[in-house]
T-cell receptor, first 115, second 114 residues
Framework: GAGVSQSPSNKVTEKGKDVELRCDPI?????LYWYRQSLGQGLEFLIY????????KSGLPSDRFSAERTGGSVSTLTIQRTQQEDSAVYLC?????????????FGSGTQLSVL | AQSVTQLGSHVSVSEGALVLLRCNYSSSVPPYLFWYVQYPNQGLQLLLK??????LVKGINGFEAEFKKSETSFHLTKPSAHMSDAAEYFCAVSKGGTASKLTFGTGTRLQVTL
């Protein structure tokens, strides 16, 4: 497709279960971001991939969170042993260029609900 | 570290009235500043950005923002609100350059009434 695609759009899980969230960036975009959007918390940076460089994981809230990007394209965000406070919308964004030319294109997000 | 503060989580204006959404930033280096908009049931999209060129930046849909270093502000304005402007607006900051990440504010929900 032409835009950033995220799946699933909604995920309901039980506390303690693992979940995987998928992001298909725009073809050719070298940068990929994951953000978390919680009520009243704005957009919280989680992790950033740029080309073949080591990812910037500085925003991951705990070691239960991890992400990988295979082949420089699709990315998977994994949350292990989910907790209720993990409930949020998880947004993926991609971009082609950096700095002044950078423009992020966002997906519609995955709404995660942990019961 | 960079951060932004958006004053007012909800703003309501009448159709045709001035829109003013406030954003103040904190940055240890000259910042790049952005406004993103999220329409209902849609993903975020870039409205406009400041990258150290002109201090008055014009964006899509008639919006503009002015970078004021002395006030550390980057407020978003539109002279005349339209019903279709109802959305959530996010201010964001980065330090630019390579491998820079955007830090977003908490968002301001704009309501436009008849």
């Amino acid at each position: 497709g032409a835009g950033v695609s995220q799946s699933p759009s909604n995920k309901v899980t039980e506390k303690g279960k693992d979940v995987e969230l998928r992001c298909d960036p725009i073809s050719g975009h070298t940068a990929l971001y994951w953000y978390r959007q919680s009520l009243g918390q704005g957009l919280e940076f989680l992790i950033y991939f740029q080309g073949n460089s080591a990812p910037d994981k500085s925003g991951l809230p705990s070691d239960r969170f991890s992400a990988e990007r295979t082949g420089g394209s699709v990315s998977t965000l994994t949350i292990q042993r989910t907790q209720q406070e993990d409930s949020a919308v998880y947004l993926c964004a991609s971009s082609l260029l950096q700095g002044a030319q950078e423009k992020l294109f966002f997906g519609s997000g995955t709404q995660l609900s942990v019961l | 570290a960079q951060s932004v503060t958006q004053l007012g989580s909800h703003v309501s204006v009448s159709e045709g009235a001035l829109v003013l959404l406030r954003c103040n930033y904190s940055s240890s280096v000259p910042p790049y500043l952005f406004w993103y908009v999220q329409y209902p049931n849609q993903g975020l999209q870039l409205l406009l950005k400041y990258t150290s060129a002109a201090t008055l930046v014009k964006g899509i849909n008639g919006f503009e923002a002015e970078f004021k270093k002395s006030e550390t502000s980057f407020h978003l304005t539109k002279p005349s609100a339209h019903m279709s402007d109802a959305a959530e607006y996010f201010c964001a900051v980065s330090k630019g350059g390579t491998a820079s990440k955007l830090t977003f504010g908490t968002g301001t929900r704009l309501q436009v009434t008849l």
